[in-house]
């Protein structure tokens, strides 16, 4: 398994401009073999910004390395850069391959 996250850093004020444009987006993820989960997350707040993360669960990281190289990651990411205001900073990519893993 593999783990794609972005954090962001969203400036006080946009918060809700930020969640209608993610709840709004064409993500395609669905369309990709390997792909299993995304989830969006909120978090905390800070002095002068808001963070959020998009966490998004693979088969393996050639699968989402896949995705990366596809028209549907393209297609998703085709609004890319705009909307810049409510940004504090661009996002910050993490990626972690899964060693151990316990359920309920």
């Known amino acids: ?8 850093r969203v400036v006080h004020g946009h918060e809700e ?9 064409e993500r395609r993820l669905s369309e990709m073999p390997g792909f299993v989960e995304f989830k969006m997350l909120r978090g905390s707040k800070e002095e002068a910004h808001s ?11 050639a699968a989402f390395e896949a995705w990366t190289q596809s028209e549907q990651f393209l297609a998703a990411h085709k609004n890319a850069g705009k909307n810049k205001h409510i940004y504090a900073g661009g996002p910050h990519f993490e990626g972690y391959e899964v060693f151990m893993h316990e359920k309920a």
């Open 51 to 61: 963070n959020y993360a998009s966490h998004t669960l693979w088969e393996s990281f």
């Open 17 to 25: 401009e930020f969640e209608t444009i993610w709840k709004n987006r």
């Open 1 to 8: 398994m593999y783990i794609a996250m972005n954090r962001f």
